[in-house]
């Protein structure tokens, strides 16, 4: 029983993490007044490039580190929309999720032509001696470094956010953008290193998805997932550490539904397939008009305004 709940929780834990890098991805852009739709794209270009780049070079960490620059440029894409163009905040999202599905589906059967080609993924690293505590050993003393940097990204965003001079300023942009440029701040600046930071986040997320998760790559990968840190981002209000929890909520929850269709249970396995969806729907309900957004959030700012 014991071995059946520390697994379940060492799940919860990896199916919680890509959503963990995505939501906070999404909380930069959202903070700065962004809305961003696009993580589920930028998740899946992550997931790709770092297949892509560890495929030819061998090296996980090589595929990691493209992973972070792919999703950021995605993200400077959304910006460019979203800020300079001025283009609906929520069409540049979606175009960027139907044009980042279709690119990484067709470059992957160019890349990937034997189908699901095996990659050299990154292993957990075992503490020795706390690595054998029962349940607690295998969650926290048997992680790969991914893991323990989501926890430092945690930390450091919620100190830079709230404890900061320059967190306070990308706060400022994302509620009230013309006290901000009064104050002689540069709106489009802070908003375009929020969404490109929140684009490399994502991306830093779909690395996990194929580097640790499965080590492969498999077309439309993400599954919702950018969606389902979208909800995350709400139920936790926000705030890093919220985010990060509404995660594990989730991350549990779709263990929860391979666990059940592992056990044989006479149950449709479509219903088990859409409960964390489903979680995620009855989240949002619970919230309404209780979660308070950045008051500029998705509302474009050019200096004009004034």
């Known amino acids: 029983m014991t071995n059946f709940f520390s697994d379940y929780l060492v799940s919860s834990l990896h199916l919680a ?16 007044g962004v809305l961003n739709i696009g993580l589920e794209g930028m998740l899946l270009t992550g997931a790709f490039v770092g297949a892509a780049v560890t495929y030819y ?45 279709g ?7 160019l890349v990937f032509t034997d189908g699901t080609q095996r990659l050299v993924g990154i292993e957990p690293i075992i503490i020795p001696g706390l690595a054998n505590i029962p349940l607690i050993g295998p969650l926290l003393f048997q992680q790969d470094i991914l ?14 956010l709230y404890y900061t001079s320059p967190g306070l300023t990308l706060r400022a942009v994302g509620e009230y953008p013309l006290a901000a440029e009064t104050a002689g701040v540069s709106v489009q600046r802070v908003r375009y290193l929020a969404v490109v930071i929140g684009g490399s986040l994502a991306g830093l997320g779909g690395a996990y998805l194929s580097l640790v998760q499965v080590k492969y790559f498999a077309e439309g990968m993400s599954a919702g997932k950018g969606f389902i840190a979208i909800a995350a981002l709400i139920f936790g209000k926000w705030h890093p550490v919220g985010s ?3 995660c594990l909520l989730f991350g549990s929850t779709e263990a929860l539904q391979l666990r059940i269709q592992a056990s044989g249970a006479n149950i449709p396995y479509q219903f088990l397939i859409m409960l964390p969806y489903a979680i995620a729907i009855f989240a949002m309900i619970g919230l309404a008009g209780l979660s308070t957004p950045p008051a500029a959030l998705g509302i474009p700012y050019w200096k004009r305004n004034r």
């Open 244 to 246: 990060v929890l509404s």
């Open 103 to 109: 690119l990484t589906s067709f470059f992957s059967r």
């Open 147 to 160: 893991v323990y940097l989501l926890l430092f990204i945690v930390c450091l965003s919620t100190y830079f």
């Open 17 to 32: 993490i890509p959503l963990a890098f995505a939501a906070l991805g999404g909380l930069y852009s959202e903070r700065s």
């Open 57 to 101: 070079t061998n090296s996980p960490w090589i595929g990691v580190l493209a992973a972070v620059i792919g999703g950021g440029l995605v993200g400077l894409l959304h910006a460019f929309l979203s800020v300079t163009l001025l283009v609906n905040q929520l069409v540049s999202g979606l175009a960027i999720n139907l044009v980042t599905s």
